[in-house]
Nanobody
Framework: VQLQASGGGLVQAGGSLRLSCAAS????????IAWVRQAPGKEREGVSC????????DYADSVKGRFTISRDIVKNTVYLQMNSLRPDDTAIYHC??????????????????WGQGTQVTVSS
């Protein structure tokens, strides 16, 4: 199982970025995929999750209405569209695989198979 996150960068507040998580070694129907971020000096925070079947999504309160998670089965890739970015969204974003999208706290702690993260920096 391998996950590779990409798409991060430097953006001004109010801007947008789209992150990609390419999965290999398994199909997206086998696992839920979550985005989890960690900023320097802060705890790991669950951001969003999409279920193994793709029918359910979950978001942290801090990103609801701004971020959208989706997936492309053909490309075996999960995306995180991030709009209206704020400086407090600055963090390294990782994608991870697990079973269920119970809550941001759950998938931040329970998911594994972490891929290499991608840095998102939002300037004010």
């Amino acid at each position: 199982v391998q996950l590779q996150a990409s798409g991060g960068g430097l953006v001004q507040a109010g801007g947008s970025l789209r992150l990609s998580c390419a999965a290999s070694g398994f199909t997206l129907d086998d696992n839920a995929i979550a985005w989890v971020r960690q900023a320097p000096g802060k705890e790991r925070e669950g951001v969003s999750c999409i279920s193994a079947g793709g029918s359910e999504t979950d978001y942290a309160d801090s990103v609801k209405g701004r971020f959208t998670i989706s997936r492309d089965i053909v490309k075996n890739t999960v995306y995180l569209q991030m709009n209206s970015l704020r400086p407090d969204d600055t963090a390294i974003y990782h994608c991870a695989a697990g079973e269920f999208c119970f809550s941001p706290t759950y998938y931040a702690r329970a998911f594994n198979s972490w891929g290499q993260g991608t840095q998102v920096t939002v300037s004010s």
